[in-house]
Nanobody
Framework: VQLVESGGGLVQAGGSLRLSCAGS????????IAWYRQAPGKQRELVAR???????NYADSVKDRFSISRDNARNTVYLQMYSLKSEDTAVYYC??????????WGQGTQVTVSS
């Protein structure tokens, strides 16, 4: 699976952004898809994940502000982000995990929240 993220950018604190992760390959729709982020000087962390059948989980820090969804007809997963904070500033990466364990990563998209 090849993954391409888009939708990042510069936004003011309190604003919103929607990230997209477009996947190629027949296994995308049967893979769990996750968004991770990595801020400068910090480890990459899980933000949100959605399974093939739509079950979701979130990091506590974003639970009430972010929403992950998928459109298998378009081979796309979205991360809707509301009430953005400066601490959400990071490079956001899309990850796919196929049922047989193969992992793929996108190139990342930068999100910068100005305070």
């Amino acid at each position: 699976v090849q993954l391409v993220e888009s939708g990042g950018g510069l936004v003011q604190a309190g604003g919103s952004l929607r990230l997209s992760c477009a996947g190629s390959g027949s296994s995308f729709s049967i893979s769990a898809i996750a968004w991770y982020r990595q801020a400068p000087g910090k480890q990459r962390e899980l933000v949100a994940r959605i399974t093939r059948d739509g079950r979701t989980n979130y990091a506590d820090s974003v639970k009430d502000r972010f929403s992950i969804s998928r459109d298998n007809a378009r081979n796309t997963v979205y991360l809707q982000m509301y009430s953005l904070k400066s601490e959400d500033t990071a490079v956001y990466y899309c990850n796919s995990e196929a049922p047989w364990g193969q992992n793929s990563w996108g190139q990342g998209t930068q999100v910068t929240v100005s305070s």
